[in-house]
């Protein structure tokens, strides 16, 4: 029996990266594996993704996945700038872009804001774990208050919720999810990578080394034993017949992706409509009153116009234009600086 390959004839192994230099056990490797078996599944080819980080121990995971792609690690904060840039210049790339909650949260939140603003078309998948991993462990913005890591006292600062900032600000794709929840973690990646549009998915992916202690509200024990999920998740790609895919009891709502794929949100409790902004700031408030972590999709919203259309750019990619389209005669030049003279 030969080697499985997805739809574009190509093994899993085409999507893999180099060995992991990072903790044993850390929630970073699960989210590279979540992320190789996400592009794979959704048949990307890998030579159409460009990989954008900033620095930090989230930002190195790039390395460990799609070794066969584009990649740009960028100063620390200055990761969405510059794929902006990149997205300018070559709108056909599919942008995949790891930051963590020191690089979103703290140096790079103007640029994450700006951003979700502007809503740029890229997949932004951050790796929080409520840490300075790479700098021995200091309380990040996204540490809960009142939380405490291994030998520190407790952190008296209230922590930043990005889940609740992108929704606030508009953000058409908000989801969080938990590293050690890998069915839904892929679901939800897949999904990403499948909308037109901004789509933030805040994973939270314990610290073995500085934050993984029973007092912390972002180690994997505690995650694992508070969490509350909105709905169990499955995505179905547009190329597989909606009738094979197995629904269990109870109701679902199938929500459409751009290029005609499905993310099913299964509900467990009370139904989640993810169209409501104020009900998924509910959610996120609730779960925060009691000190838990929801997860699944928060919010979502299909249509929003793309930074490439609202800049009214042409069909081909700016890079690809040739010299006589980039280039005006001196006749249109002249013309268009005239209108500026007094």
Request: hydrophobic share 35%.
């Amino acid at each position: 029996m030969g080697e499985k390959v997805n739809k574009i004839n190509l093994p899993l192994d085409d999507y893999r990266g180099g060995k992991s230099t990072l903790c044993p056990g850390c929630g970073h490797d699960a989210v590279s594996s979540v992320i190789m078996n996400a592009a794979w599944h959704n048949a990307i080819e890998p030579a159409s993704i460009a990989k954008m980080s900033g620095i930090g121990c989230s930002s190195k995971t790039p390395a460990y996945f799609l070794s066969q792609s584009h990649g740009f690690n960028t100063a620390h904060g200055r990761m969405p700038s510059v794929t902006t840039g990149a997205n300018m210049a070559n709108k056909n790339l599919n942008f995949l872009a790891v930051s963590g909650d020191g690089d979103t949260a703290s140096i790079g939140i103007g640029q994450f804001i700006h951003a979700i603003r502007r809503n740029l078309n890229m997949l932004y998948i951050i790796e929080n774990n409520g840490v300075y991993g790479l700098t021995k462990g200091q309380y990040s913005a996204t540490a809960e208050e009142g939380s405490q890591k291994r030998k520190s006292t407790p952190n008296v600062m209230k922590e930043i919720d990005l889940c609740a900032m992108a929704i606030n600000l508009g953000c058409s794709f908000v989801a969080r999810s938990f590293s050690g929840s890998r069915k839904q973690l892929t679901a939800l990646v897949r999904a990403g990578m499948s909308h037109r549009g901004m789509a933030i998915i805040d994973v939270i992916s314990p610290c073995v080394t500085f934050n993984n202690n029973e007092e912390s509200l972002k180690s994997y024990g505690y995650v694992k034993s508070n969490d509350t999920e909105l709905h169990t998740i499955d995505f179905i790609p547009h190329f597989n017949p909606i009738e094979d895919v197995e629904v269990p009891s109870g109701g679902y709502k199938d929500v459409q992706m751009h290029d005609g794929s499905f993310i099913r949100l299964e509900t467990i409790s009370e139904e989640h409509d993810v169209s409501d902004r104020v009900m998924a700031l509910e959610a996120i408030h609730k779960a925060d009153v009691d000190n838990k972590h929801v997860t699944g999709l928060l919010y979502f919203e299909k249509g929003m116009a793309t930074l490439d259309e609202t800049e009214n750019l042409v069909e081909t990619p700016l890079c690809d234009l040739p010299d006589e389209m980039m280039r005006p005669s001196k006749e249109s030049l002249e013309k268009l600086l005239t209108n500026f003279r007094i």
